[in-house]
């Protein structure tokens, strides 16, 4: 997954990229900057604690960080699976609420000015008579006519065409830099210390996983583990997907070997102590390509190795 940042200048957006990844970021750049952030998950810790995993992976996703928001800026997040929208709510004076409705404004003209360009370019090609062509032409200038109605792409009721990538169709996660919301100084202070002693400083769980929990549950995302004495490593998947889905997601020789996947819940495999124990009570099963993946399930995939 690639989620992008926004923020208005003195928001903390920055701050909270250098939270959720621990890297530096470059500044007096109009490139976004980009690092991975890891998906802590504790059911992750006990899986590789019964298999005795040498190295535990969690999943990870990457955060780019726009580096302003004028049209050009935001744009380069289009690739973007999802949005954060940080909001000052530190600052004297601070207005949470419109800056929210000006962020959302940036983002509605750098589409207009998107669909603008697509658009020119369209009617050029439509010239041709390709009835394709023009039909994009029609799509692109009814999504225009939307955006021009100061309304984002995600009410628009027709289909819009493929490999636009608008950003106001994306999934956005509104988050308060401030006493009512997340301390993003303060949780890259944290991040240099101990996690024991970290936890210290807070009344309850890190506010970065809260963040990530509101990332997963707006694209719809599960997690599941595949464990070893090697490695255990949790993985993302979008919820629906199935366990041909899931070995695509390791690596594709392994999709296209498919033969079986073995399956146990985590907490049955943690209550059980072992993979062994929880076959003999009947708690490991056997499934095929279309086993639609559950949050929490460890997987075990069989495949035939290419030629």
């Known amino acids: 997954m690639e989620i992008g940042i926004i923020g208005l200048p003195g928001s903390g957006k920055t701050t909270l990229f250098k939270a959720l990844t621990g890297a530096q970021p470059e500044v007096g750049t109009n490139k976004p900057n980009l690092a991975m952030a890891r998906i802590e998950d504790g059911r992750l810790d006990q899986v590789a604690a019964i298999e005795r995993s040498a190295k535990v992976t969690p999943a990870a996703l990457r955060v780019l960080d726009a580096a302003g928001t004028s049209a050009a800026q935001v744009g ?12 000052d709510a530190f600052s004297l004076g601070a207005d ?14 750098a589409d207009r000015e998107h669909v603008e360009r697509r658009l020119e370019r369209a009617r050029k090609e439509a010239k041709s008579g390709e009835p394709e062509r023009k039909r994009e032409v029609e ?4 999504a225009l006519a939307h955006l021009e109605g100061e309304q984002p792409l995600r009410g628009f009721p027709n289909e819009l065409p493929a490999q636009l990538e608008p950003l106001t169709t994306k999934p956005l996660v509104v988050v308060e830099n401030g006493p009512s919301g997340i301390d ?13 002693e970290a936890a210290e ?9 809260e963040i990530l929990r509101r990332l997963m549950a707006g694209l719809d995302q599960l997690t599941f583990f595949t464990a070893g004495d090697t490695e255990a490593r949790s993985w993302t998947l979008r919820r629906g997907q199935t366990a041909l889905d899931a070995a695509a997601e390791i690596h594709t020789d392994i999709a296209r070997g498919f033969v079986r996947c073995e ?5 049955d495999l943690v209550g059980c102590g072992s ?33």
């Not at 399956?263 to 907490?267: A, E, F, L, N």
């Open 76 to 87: 380069t997040l289009r690739r973007a699976d999802a949005l954060i929208a940080v909001l």
């Open 96 to 109: 949470p609420s419109s800056d929210l409705v000006a962020l959302e404004l940036e983002l509605l003209l």
């Open 139 to 142: 799509r692109l200038e009814a």
């Open 184 to 196: 993003a100084k303060l949780e890259v202070e944290l991040a240099d210390l101990p996690p024991e």
């Open 201 to 209: 400083f807070r009344n309850g769980p890190r506010a970065l996983d």
């Open 263 to 267: 399956v146990i819940r985590w907490s």
């Open 275 to 307: 993979r062994a124990e929880a076959a003999r009570r009947g708690l490991q099963r056997l499934e095929g390509k279309g086993y639609v993946v559950e949050d929490g399930d460890v997987l075990n995939i069989r495949f035939t190795p290419p030629r």
